[in-house]
């Protein structure tokens, strides 16, 4: 408790113009005297800590020492507060936790919220990206059954990188030692994550970009969609950042581009989640593929 005491003085100090040790002694819940030798350890660690005499004296820091809060505005620190605040709530990280409690001695406006961010964990398993942090931080190799876009069911064990939150869902990357190589796995779709006692020693290369490069356009296509009135904020949700024309009766047409919408089974799955609110215009193939998909829908349920 001491070292998180001291820490925390600091920060304060480094906030606050003169601190007293009443104050100081009230707010951790020990004795004046403790606060003097607490400070005596300040100095001790090469802080310059000073003493300020009369009714309103206390502690200090000098002047030339203080943190410039004009390299961090309060807007900035409130924003770091809440990315990690967020992160808080998925990672019981105790390294984190205290980083928001020392932003917090910062921040003067910490009531004013303008930003809020929800990473939603709901696709995962319970506790499964604690365990998977845990297994990259341990350096620990992970095993796990996967299923993969073509509904194939492997098992894999993984040396995994790290994390990454993307398109709403959190992403593996790691080393795959049954592929020999990297590989990027979609954390909803891992199964009995075991992490196993095995550590591994190499040094990985980390993927600065999981996305596709903008300076490769090769196989990107236009999809086109007319949607209903009544569907417009389904639709919305999906592809607001798109091109979008609206019709005198109301319906709109998205324009948006997609990497091989033809393969893309994500869009596949989004299309038909729109039902008879949305109709694809082009590629003209892409008509069939929905038609074939919505066929096979109706003969599961023939017998209903």
Request: glycine fraction near 4%; charged fraction near 25%.
């Amino acid at each position: 408790m001491k070292l998180e005491r001291l820490i925390s003085i600091i920060f304060k100090l480094l906030h606050n113009e003169i601190l007293s040790a009443s104050s100081l002694a009230d707010e951790f819940q020990v004795s004046s005297r403790t606060i003097y030798r607490d400070i005596e350890a300040i100095c001790a660690a090469g802080i310059p800590v000073v003493s300020y005499q009369g009714t309103n004296g206390g502690f200090g820091i000098i002047e030339g020492y203080k943190f410039d809060k004009s390299l961090m505005g309060s807007y900035d620190v409130l924003n770091l507060i809440t990315v990690l605040s967020s992160l808080l709530s998925i990672f019981e990280d105790k390294e984190v936790e205290q980083t928001i409690d020392r932003l917090k001695l910062l921040d003067t406006n910490s009531n004013n919220k303008t930003l809020l961010v929800d990473l939603d964990s709901n696709r995962t398993e319970p506790n499964s990206l604690m365990n998977l942090r845990n297994a990259i931080n341990d350096q620990r190799v992970i095993s796990f059954d996967y299923v993969s876009n073509k509904n194939e069911l492997t098992s894999r064990q993984l040396e995994p990188i790290h994390l990454h939150y993307k398109f709403r869902n959190w992403y593996l990357y790691g080393y795959c030692r049954e592929r020999h190589n990297y590989r990027e796995f979609r954390v909803s779709r891992m199964m009995s994550i075991t992490l196993t006692k095995e550590k591994f020693l190499r040094n990985h290369d980390i993927k600065d970009e999981l996305s596709y490069s903008n300076n490769n356009i090769d196989g990107f296509e236009d999809v086109v969609i007319w949607v209903n009135p009544n569907s417009l904020a389904e639709v919305l949700d999906q592809f607001q950042n798109s091109s979008k024309v609206i019709n005198g009766d109301g319906s709109m047409i998205f324009t948006f581009s997609v990497y091989k919408p033809l393969h893309a089974g994500w869009l596949k799955s989004i299309l038909l989640s729109f039902g008879s609110g949305a109709k694809i215009i082009k590629p003209v193939e892409l008509q069939s593929i929905i038609l074939n998909e919505a066929k096979k829908i109706i003969k599961v349920y023939q017998d209903v």
